[in-house]
């Protein structure tokens, strides 16, 4: 595969940049500081661009079969970088394909995910949620072919490869216990060549503390 990739210099980002080439893929790392992925790579391409420009991801786009977002906002501040990034990105693989989109969010979002997530969706992580529930609205919305996997607390561990996945709601008895990037990363990997959850907000939960 071909596959653009939003928000490559952050945690899940590099994970996912890595294991794709693992696995063979052509990656284009669309980033705003280039400066920040360091030495090049076999099968990376670089294209400096801001996610938030329609206009910039359309020329970055032909010949690509893929998007995958791992955009994050810079802190717990408020920042609307993920509803920019979905609508400008929706709006660019309207015009010139591919057709499939998958987007990291956030578990807070889910219902089920307990107390302490709705405390954290209302006070420390609000502006997150807010964005993140914007973003996913504008996914939605869209005709393409989009999976959203949100992810709990994201850790720096080793992949494992041992997580679970449920269609619209964490899987239970988890909370919001942790999970790596590199995990989430495979998740994307499987998802990008199985197509299994297309349409889906997927909720993942690891199977141990990290």
């Given at each position: 595969?071909?596959l ?6 952050g ?22 500081s280039?400066?920040k992925?360091?030495?090049?790579r ?5 294209w400096?661009g801001d ?14 079969d ?5 955009l994050?906002?810079?802190?717990p501040?408020r ?17 010139v394909g591919?057709?499939?989109l998958l ?13 302490l997530?709705?405390?954290?969706r ?7 949620a807010?964005?993140?529930?914007e ?9 393409l072919?989009?999976t959203?996997v949100?992810?709990p ?6 992949l494992?490869a ?5 269609n ?5 008895g988890?909370g919001?216990?942790s999970?790596s990037r590199?995990?989430?990363?495979h ?10 959850h ?10 141990r503390s990290r």
């Amino acid at each position: 595969m071909r596959l653009l990739l939003l928000g490559a210099t952050g945690g899940t980002g590099l994970a996912l940049l890595e294991q794709a080439r693992g696995h063979g893929h052509q990656v284009t790392a669309f980033v705003r500081s280039p400066q920040k992925l360091g030495a090049s790579r076999d099968g990376v391409d670089v294209w400096p661009g801001d996610p938030r420009s329609a206009a910039e991801l359309r020329a970055a786009l032909p010949g690509h079969d893929a998007v995958v977002s791992t955009l994050g906002p810079p802190g717990p501040g408020r920042s609307t970088i993920l509803r920019e990034g979905a609508r400008s990105t929706v709006a660019a693989m309207q015009a010139v394909g591919p057709r499939r989109l998958l987007v990291v969010s956030a578990a807070v979002l889910f219902e089920n995910a307990g107390i302490l997530a709705t405390i954290l969706r209302r006070t420390l992580l609000r502006n997150l949620a807010e964005d993140a529930a914007e973003m996913e609205h504008i996914v939605v919305a869209s005709d393409l072919d989009w999976t959203i996997v949100r992810a709990p607390r994201l850790t720096n561990g080793p992949l494992t490869a041992s997580y679970r996945v449920e269609n619209g709601r964490l899987p239970a008895g988890r909370g919001l216990a942790s999970i790596s990037r590199a995990d989430v990363a495979h998740f994307l990997m499987g998802e990008l060549a199985r197509g299994a959850h297309a349409r889906e907000i997927v909720g993942m939960a690891g199977t141990r503390s990290r």
